[in-house]
Structures are given as structure tokens and as C-alpha cells.
């Protein structure tokens, strides 16, 4: 079996958790998600977990050493022997620099999204406070602000507020956008329209991926 080690890339709100989702379904390798791996030490009230929280509800990015430190512990895990989609990391420069002590990456995606979409996405986005299931405007609930799994609260995160959705624009055109010229030198990164059907997403990814002779 040919490995695929991929990242997804882009600004919050690009559907890069979708994406991952279905590819992880489709290729069956693990989805890690950073924010994934916060938002669970965040419901767990570890001390990592709240200080991660007081950062991500500030728009701001949680330390590299931290955030690498997960992602070492996580790739060393059995289930990605055969690969993995990283989505949320690399964020920065020193991340990028650790992930190369960590393993090869085969495929970088970067998902391309104007930031008014991104804002119109993310502000609409609403998240059950009992089984953290997650609407916006591409699954919107049956019943106005209660989840269709669990009956529970629909509520906004502060992330998804749109003070902090621009602030986390700016720190990400800041910190991230930069490292993509890493990889474009590198001939990995491919660039997609995340504006999109989510359906058409995945299949011009996974011709990508085709391409890469990654699938």
C-alpha cells in the first residue's frame, strides 16, 4: 500500500475538517486535527486544555512546542502507519521545521477561500453543547437551535465570533501563508477551490491525489 501523507491547508472555515473527514472515510487513514485534539482537552478541563481555550478564544495560536509535541505523540500511533491527514498543522515556520523531524509529508492541499465566504461560514456555524455535533450552512438542524442526534443546546463558540474569525485571518495570513512558499518549492502544495460543492472538493482532491500517485 503507498503511503499518504497529506496536510490540508487554508484559513479557518476553507472545510478542511470536511474534507479530511471524507478522505479519512475514503482512504481509511487517520484524520488528526489539532483543534480536534484541544477542543477535547478543553471539554476534559486539563490544564492544557484551558489554557489552549483562553488562546483559541482570542483568535490566537496555541504555542508550537505544545501543538508539536501532540501531533510527535499522535503520528507515532499505529493507525497511521499508512498514513494521515494533518488539518490545522503546520501553522508556523518552527512547526514546519519540527514536522521534518517527525515524518515526510507526500501531498500538500492548500483549500482557497475569500475571507467574506469564510466569515459568512464560520459566524453561522453552531456546535451542540452535549455532543459537540457540529451545523452551519451546510447542515443546518431540523429544530432551530437543538441538534438532531441529541436533542442538546446549539450554542456559537467565541472562535466563531466575527471579531475573532478576522482577527484569526490576519494571524493566519500572517504566520501561515508563508510557509505554503516551503512546500510550493518543494512541488508538493496544490492548490484548490474551497468555494466549491463540498462533493466536488473531494473529487478534485482525489484526482490530485491520482495524480500524485498517492490513491
Known amino acids: 500500500m503507498v ?3 497529506i496536510i490540508l491547508m487554508g484559513p479557518p472555515g476553507t472545510g478542511k475538517g470536511t474534507q479530511a473527514k471524507l478522505l479519512s472515510d475514503q482512504y481509511r487513514i487517520p484524520h488528526i ?3 480536534d485534539m484541544f477542543r477535547e482537552a478543553i471539554a ?12 483559541m478564544d482570542a483568535g490566537e495560536y496555541v504555542p508550537d512546542e ?5 501531533v510527535k505523540g499522535r503520528l507515532q500511533q499505529k493507525d497511521c502507519k499508512d498514513g494521515f491527514l494533518l488539518d490545522g498543522v503546520p501553522r508556523t515556520t518552527v512547526q514546519v521545521e ?20 469564510i466569515v459568512k461560514r464560520l459566524s453561522s456555524r453552531r456546535q451542540c453543547k452535549d455532543c459537540n455535533a457540529i451545523y452551519g450552512m451546510d447542515l443546518q ?10 436533542s442538546g443546546a446549539l450554542f456559537q463558540r467565541e472562535d466563531d465570533k466575527e471579531e475573532t474569525i478576522r482577527k484569526r485571518l ?3 495570513q500572517e504566520k501561515t501563508k508563508p510557509i ?3 512546500y510550493q518549492k518543494q512541488k508538493k502544495l496544490v492548490k484548490v477551490d474551497g468555494e466549491q460543492p463540498i462533493p466536488e472538493i473531494l473529487q478534485n482532491i482525489t484526482f490530485i491525489l491520482e495524480q500524485k500517485g498517492l490513491a
Open 170 to 172: 490576519t494571524v493566519y
Open 98 to 117: 519540527a514536522l521534518k523531524d517527525i515524518t515526510p509529508i507526500d501531498a500538500v492541499i492548500e483549500l482557497e477561500t475569500r475571507e467574506d465566504v
Open 180 to 182: 505554503l512558499n516551503h
Open 66 to 70: 505544545i501543538v508539536m509535541g501532540m
Open 33 to 35: 486535527s489539532t483543534g
Open 44 to 55: 476534559k478541563k486539563t490544564e492544557l486544555g484551558m489554557k489552549a481555550k483562553k488562546l
Open 141 to 150: 438542524p431540523k429544530k432551530k437551535g437543538k441538534c438532531d442526534k441529541c
Open 3 to 5: 503511503k499518504k501523507r
